[in-house]
């Protein structure tokens, strides 16, 4: 696809958009810039919607063997226009304005516990399951809540998750990872220091949607056997076993996968939760969700 004018010729994604007033009303004026020529345009909003025509000469885009005008063709394949207060002008000429009166993040997904009992600035149980520690609350909770078929203690250096629940049935399997962290403070708060290690885990789980759930399987049966090395007598299976490891993972590429994910931070106040933590959470989601197409969860404090 080429843009012609005075009998130079350039492809189209040679040629710039360079906007010429920046005026808050009157038609929009714009160039198309190429390395050898510029063409001034304008686009003036009618009944028919923004449309746009030269300011003189016009140019000629080729396609393929046929050439129409440079204005028939945009007209026909319309930008997206950015305006002030981040407003957005589609190609169907509709104006989308942000809502300003929403929340970063959707608040709904807060899941506040009492966490009862728990040290919220111990993080990880450890092989001696100490029932002080986040970590172990929840595994406590979830075993409660839900059905695994094995739910693996993953906690170490290039872990997978601190907490790795399997469920599979004839068609189906999802894989939860839940990312526990300490709070930085004895008491709940608004700190964004809590959020900041737990949502980058929490993005780096994600990427196994596109690993593999087969590969994130091995991974996680390779790990369990080095961690029941580093500590003998002890198994890091609190729910099921190596053996429906092995059988679950032998079947994984015939089944669906489905990839949840859980965010545990005690150290969060859902009622104080600040305009910045929100955004870090929302950057977050937003990136799990269209990785993993899964859900995502954020137990914290009330």
Request: proline residues 7%.
């Amino acid at each position: 696809m080429y843009a012609c004018w005075s009998s130079r010729a350039h492809t189209v994604t040679d040629i710039g958009f360079r906007v010429d007033d920046f005026a808050p009303e009157g038609p929009i004026r714009f160039s198309f810039v190429s390395p050898s020529w510029e063409i001034p345009y304008s686009a003036e909003f009618t009944d028919q919607g923004l449309v746009y025509s030269p300011v003189g000469d016009d140019a000629l885009v080729s396609v393929q063997r046929t050439a129409l005008p440079a204005a028939d063709w945009i007209n026909q394949h319309k930008p997206y226009r950015y305006f002030a207060g981040d407003r957005i002008l589609t190609p169907d000429d509709r104006l989308h304005a942000p809502r300003t009166d929403l929340p970063p993040f959707d608040l709904s997904l807060l899941a506040p516990l009492e966490w009862d009992g728990v040290n919220i600035q111990a993080e990880s149980m450890d092989p001696e399951r100490l029932p002080h520690t986040v970590q172990y609350y929840m595994y406590r909770y979830l075993s409660e809540q839900q059905h695994f078929d094995v739910l693996i203690d993953d906690d170490g250096s290039n872990e997978v998750a601190d907490l790795v629940g399997i469920t599979a049935d004839d068609k189906d399997i999802t894989i939860t990872l839940v990312h526990c962290k300490y709070s930085h403070e004895p008491a709940p708060g608004h700190r964004v220091i809590d959020l900041y290690e737990v949502c980058g885990q929490a993005a780096r789980g994600a990427k196994w949607r596109e690993y593999g759930i087969e590969a994130l399987l091995r991974t996680l049966y390779n790990r369990a056997v080095r961690w029941a090395a580093r500590n003998p007598g002890k198994s890091p299976y609190l729910l099921g076993s190596i053996d429906e490891l092995y059988r679950i993972r032998e079947r994984a590429l015939q089944l669906r996968p489905h990839i949840n994910t859980v965010i545990a931070q005690p150290g969060l106040s859902a009622a104080v939760c600040s305009s910045e933590q929100q955004h870090l959470l929302a950057g977050a989601h937003s990136y799990v969700k269209a990785l993993t197409k899964g859900t995502f969860t954020v137990y914290c404090s009330p």
